[in-house]
């Protein structure tokens, strides 16, 4: 499975980008697609996450703000974020799970601007 992620910019504070994240390969397996926030020198957390089901599942601190979204034609996940705040920034990235496995995208920088 491969990942490729884009959408990411610059964005002042209280605007909105959205990140897409389009699958190929051996897709069929996937039982979820998520997004992850990292900050320099932080951990990687999930932000937001999406099951082949639709049942989503979202970090508190974009609960509101983000919403995650499938378009199974296009094999691509969207995160669309809004009211965007400084902490938001980060490099966000697309993560896939399969049964034997997790995959990652190459990540793609968000910088919110107070």
């Known amino acids: 499975v491969q990942l490729q992620a884009s959408g990411g910019g610059l964005v002042q504070a209280g605007g909105s980008l959205r990140l897409s994240c389009a699958a190929s390969?051996?897709?069929?397996?996937?039982?979820?697609m998520g997004w992850y926030h990292q900050a320099p020198g932080k951990q990687r957390y999930m932000v937001a996450a999406i099951t082949t089901s639709n049942k989503t599942n979202y970090a508190d601190s974009v609960k509101g703000r983000f919403t995650i979204s499938r378009d199974n034609a296009k094999n691509t996940v969207y995160l669309q974020m809004n009211s965007l705040k400084p902490e938001d920034t980060a490099v966000y990235y697309c993560?896939?799970?399969?049964?034997?496995?997790?995959?990652w995208g190459q990540g793609t920088q968000v910088t919110v601007s107070s």
């Open positions: 993560n896939a799970i399969s049964p034997w496995k997790d995959y």
């Open positions: 390969g051996s897709i069929s397996a996937l039982n979820a």
